[in-house]
């Protein structure tokens, strides 16, 4: 008993010291970073991320799908994801960032979750390694918005490491629980590489024909996203949505998100549209392939549309 508590005293004077702590949140236990100011500082201070976006992906899937989830940070939507398509089920989450990765794995293991398949690499249209900067992660900043369609200012191979960048088609899904081998659901936050990861997943698509959700909140790469997605008979629509919930998990009343507005598509096949019913889809404008851009398009939200509008130029 008396080794019992020193070890539980050294863990709790460990976690005082590192600035990743270990925390019971709404969908799991995870490991979030003090220097994390996006998804780890929202589910410290909420216990949850992005809750109304999970909602819809939960209801987009059932026990023993097969999920992917393409720029899976640290695993806020992993976690739950996984929980929800259970034993039977798979869910493929990709993280190029190895410090992130490293997080993402940790927070897999910490829920017992066996059905996760994680990939130290990028997603697009080829097959290859990519260069991912060396960063100081020791530093406060939103690391899940770095992009690798580009080098950094000042980035050089010796400050680089190279990831694989894998194409969806190349990837084995086969679910020997259910003998499938199509994932029925995407979720794309990969920072103006959603039409790349779409190119590269042309088959997948083509076969399977699962929801896509894919964030589309810069105005450089929209129409190209938008035409790419009605090419091959997707049908999107916006959803514009505050990572805020005020019926949180730890019932936090002030609302720290400054009027930030996480802008994605929820993308239909064409065919499944009226067996998809449209509940949840009852307050997303459906997407016009003339009208490719934000400000083509009039919202109701709790945000200014002004602020909205900003905020995608800024990307």
């Not at 008396?2 to 976690?15: E, M, P, R, S, T």
């Not at 008979?233 to 916006?238: E, G, L, Q, S």
């Not at 404008?285 to 919202?299: I, Q």
């Amino acid at each position: 008993m008396l080794y019992f508590v020193i070890l539980v005293v050294c863990i709790a004077l460990l976690q005082a010291e590192s600035p990743n702590k270990i925390k019971q949140c709404k969908h799991g236990t995870f490991i979030l970073s003090d220097y994390d100011i996006d998804i780890s500082e929202h589910m410290r201070l909420y216990g949850e991320w992005a809750e109304s976006e999970l909602d819809l992906f939960l209801s987009l899937i059932n026990p023993g799908d097969i999920v992917v989830d393409a720029g899976a940070n640290i695993g806020a939507f992993t976690v739950p994801l996984a929980k929800k398509v259970g034993p039977s089920g798979r869910v493929h989450s990709f993280e190029p960032q190895k410090v992130i990765n490293q997080r993402l794995t940790a927070n897999v293991v910490l829920n017992d979750l066996e059905n996760v398949d994680i990939y130290l690499s990028a997603l697009g249209n080829h097959t290859g390694f990519i260069d991912v900067p060396i960063l100081n992660y020791s530093l406060h900043g939103n690391y899940g918005a770095l992009s690798l369609t580009a080098p950094l200012q000042n980035q050089t191979p010796e400050w680089s490491y190279k990831v694989p960048i894998h194409k969806l088609d190349d990837i084995n899904f086969y679910n020997p629980y259910t003998q499938s081998n199509c994932p029925s659901f995407i979720k794309m936050d990969v920072e103006k590489m959603e039409k790349w990861v779409l190119q590269g997943a042309a088959e997948t698509l083509k076969r399977c024909r699962p929801y896509i959700h894919a964030e589309n909140n810069a105005e450089s790469t929209s129409k190209g996203l938008i035409e790419y997605l009605f090419d091959i008979d997707y049908i999107p629509f916006w959803d514009l949505r505050s990572p805020y919930n005020p019926n949180n998990f730890n019932k936090v009343e002030k609302d720290t998100s400054d009027g930030y507005i996480s802008m994605n598509m929820l993308c239909v096949p064409k065919e499944k549209l009226t067996e998809f019913g449209g509940n949840v889809m009852v307050e997303m404008p459906r997407v016009e392939r003339s009208k490719p851009y934000l400000a083509d398009y009039k919202f109701t939200t709790s945000t200014s549309e002004g602020r909205i509008l900003t905020q995608y130029k800024d990307q």
